[in-house]
């Protein structure tokens, strides 16, 4: 790729991206504006689209197109490492291809066809991108949920989004824990009338798939991520953009080069494991490692005897990992040196943590790329670029290409130079989200009505004299839980379906490792007593409907919780009671104050 000058993104985004846009293969191109878009409610519907009238097919791209044109089929797409050390698998493009294939033509003898939505609910197997890819292929929609989330969780998400067909594991181990998957997605073992076995299924199957080709707007994927008031969030998200985009910050933000070994240790049920596992990594033709396991297992230098074994050269993981490693010293971290650059993704780093990651994991020799994103950005909308940008630890420093944010104060004015406020964006970038699956009314009340013509991140953040960002956390109601997202209302609603609870309110407790920890007050019915057993069943409960990420860590038993005199439940008053601080600020709305000193003597100090 060459670039062209730097201002040309904002100024000429159809030269910029058209540039990008030449590596890869279009059936027909796209003739008009590179993105047409409406950001501000007051204008009507809000909308983007991006390179209208180009059709292609992503999977085409991503391996048809590297076997083919850039000649990578031998090369190593994945190194699978599996939980146990010893278990592992290499597959090239060429191999990929021919598994995709077969399963694409799976999908289409069980009668999926283009724009069906196909649920996938799997451990971190090659058979995961493989799935993901063979829906791509022939135009379906991949709606992957994370295996660590409830039967329930699944089912709701099934149900959203009308899924035809789900793709399951029978089960995987997750350190020295067995999880049968397949128990959870029906609580029926096997049901010889609805189930069909992927290995008999593929046996039979062509290795050779015709692709579908789609229009640049096609729907590509469904990713569920919590919403404030509970009820996850279909996010949206659509062909050409996503593609163009996902390749071109995979490329730069960790400046590829073509004999890397790339490893990211998300799960490719979240964001950062669709966009940095499979579709940016794959569209450069890239070789990563995809790995199974956990940093602790079977002890806590297995990353770093990974991290030799591939000689992986560019590595990608969360805060919450690193502060996890941090607590054995840097004993375990001895085999690293093929380490180039380290980036870290999904919650603010803490200078700690960022100081230990630069020193101990990068021997001061790697820079690291803090990215801020989400699940609605579609890839890295805030980040440095490895070496170019100078960095500060905990800031995600500057906006990648074609991103324009802005700080706003409460009344929606935009604040200049050094500032803090609402972190927004001002207009779109190829790969924003579309909308909220079947829901556009939530998908611009959420994002685009508090503050016309912006898109809302949710998150608060800090511009400093030297126009670096640094964002200060999540604004609205929702709690960063080891990197993943929580709303509170979800948590208090499985709450409250227990007998027991009258009423609950969950708040954020800061946490060594996880960032955040749940801590939740609930208030129980008349003539029910707190237990420790009602505790493990309330925790139980929680971890039934959502899953295990989101199990409380505290539950304080809330004989009064405080409200203002309208019935609000002022959170922020419980968030000080959580961590003990009793500057309290103004509580004057408080309707009755007797019950917050009850809180402070009762609260919890151990989980
Ligand atoms: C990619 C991902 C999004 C939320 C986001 C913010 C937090 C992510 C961050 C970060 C500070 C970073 N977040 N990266 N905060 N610095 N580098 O994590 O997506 O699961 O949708 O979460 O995570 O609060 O709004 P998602």
């Not at 409610?41 to 850039?70: P, Q």
């Not at 990713?223 to 996850?232: H, Q, V």
Request: charged share 25%; glycine share 8%; with cysteine.
């Amino acid at each position: 790729m060459t670039f062209p000058p730097m201002e040309s993104v904002h100024s000429h985004s159809e030269i910029f991206w058209g540039d990008i846009a030449k590596d890869f293969f279009w059936k027909t191109k796209h003739a008009g504006r590179f993105l047409d878009y409406n950001f501000d409610v007051t204008k009507g519907e809000i909308f983007v689209k991006c390179m209208e009238g180009a059709s292609t097919n992503i999977c085409y791209n991503v391996l048809d197109h590297n076997v083919h044109e850039r000649k990578l089929g031998d090369k190593v797409a994945f190194y699978w490492e599996g939980n146990e050390p010893g278990d592992e698998l290499t597959v090239t493009y060429r191999e990929l291809l021919q598994r995709v294939c077969q399963f694409a033509n799976v999908l289409k003898s069980q009668g999926v066809k283009k724009g069906d939505r196909v649920s996938i609910y799997m451990p971190m197997v090659v058979e995961l991108v493989v799935a993901m890819l063979a829906c791509v292929r022939i135009g379906a929609v991949h709606s992957i949920v994370f295996a660590g989330f409830s039967a329930e969780s699944l089912c709701e998400r099934i149900l959203d989004s009308q899924c035809s067909l789900l793709v399951t594991a029978d089960g995987f181990y997750r350190g020295d824990k067995l999880i049968n998957l397949k128990l959870l997605a029906d609580e029926v073992p096997w049901n010889p009338e609805v189930d069909l076995c992927w290995h008999t299924l593929v046996r039979g199957a062509s290795d050779e798939c015709e692709p579908e080709w789609c229009e640049s707007e096609d729907p590509l994927f469904i990713l569920y991520t919590s919403g404030s008031t509970g009820k996850p969030k279909g996010v949206l998200h659509t062909l050409s953009g996503y593609m163009l985009y996902t390749a071109l910050t995979f490329k730069l933000v960790f400046d590829y080069q073509p004999d890397d070994v790339y490893w990211c240790t998300a799960d490719i049920g979240w964001i950062t494991g669709h966009s940095y596992i499979t579709y940016g990594p794959l569209a450069n033709g890239a070789t990563s490692v995809l790995f199974e396991g956990l940093p602790t297992y079977p002890d806590v230098s297995r990353m770093w005897e990974i991290v030799d074994k591939y000689h992986v050269t560019k590595f990608y993981t969360a805060p919450t990992a690193i502060r996890l490693l941090m607590k054995y010293g840097r004993e375990p971290v001895y085999k690293r040196d093929s380490l180039k650059v380290l980036g870290t993704v999904g919650e603010p780093i803490n200078p700690e943590a960022w100081q230990w990651y630069y020193s101990v994991v990068g021997e001061k020799r790697c820079p690291i790329v803090d990215t801020f994103w989400q699940t609605e950005t579609g890839g890295h909308v805030l980040t440095p670029l490895p070496a170019a940008t100078p960095m500060k630890p905990g800031s995600a420093t500057f906006p990648f290409f074609g991103v324009v944010p802005a700080v706003l104060n409460e009344s929606g004015e935009e604040l200049e130079g050094a500032s803090e406020g609402y972190l927004v964006f001002k207009q779109p970038w190829p790969g924003v989200m579309r909308t909220v699956y079947g829901n556009q009314q939530r998908f611009e009340t959420t994002y685009f009505k508090k503050f016309p013509g912006y898109y809302v991140t949710g998150d608060g953040c800090r511009r400093d004299k030297d126009g670096y960002y640094w964002i200060t956390g999540r604004i609205d109601d929702m709690l960063n839980v080891s990197g993943h997202l929580l709303s509170t209302a979800e948590v208090e609603s499985a709450l409250a379906e227990h007998e027991a609870v009258a009423e609950a309110a969950v708040v954020g407790r800061p946490h060594p490792v996880k960032g955040e920890s749940l801590y939740c007050f609930v208030t129980l019915t008349d003539g029910v007593t707190y237990s420790r057993t009602l505790e493990a069943e309330l925790k139980k409960q929680v971890r039934e409907k959502i899953g295990a990420i989101a199990t409380p860590d505290f539950i304080q038993n809330a004989p009064g919780l405080p409200k203002t005199r309208s019935g609000k439940i002022m959170r922020r008053v419980l968030r000080k009671i959580a961590c003990d601080e009793r500057d309290l600020g103004d509580i004057s709305t408080l309707a009755d104050s007797s019950v917050v000193e009850h809180l402070f003597q009762n609260r919890c100090c151990v989980g």
